[in-house]
């Protein structure tokens, strides 16, 4: 039981894939609005190739998605980025899931 609400691994992977996606593209980019675009997908390929990789052997309950979500949410939101814009990021990271 206590193993179904132990989500340390999936808040720390939020967080580090948070953390991945900022340095890649920065909250005050200097990018055109096309450069932004590309690199933003570049990036959230790379995200769902890491989202893919953790996912493999792993049973992920809602519990633990959740707060793997909210892990990544919430290091977006401290590092700036406008909050509909972490909300749509989110919303595709749990999609992936």
Known sequence: MLSWINAKEEQAFGK???KFYI???PFESPFSTKKFAVKTQETLKK????VQQFK???SLNFYKKAKLG?????????AGYDAEYVDELTEWLMLLF
Do not use: P, T
């Open 70 to 78: 909210n892990a990544f949410k919430w290091e977006l939101r401290d």
């Open 47 to 50: 995200v769902d190739l890491q």
């Open 56 to 58: 493999s052997g792993r």
């Open 16 to 18: 580090a894939l948070a």
């Open 23 to 25: 340095e890649r593209v």
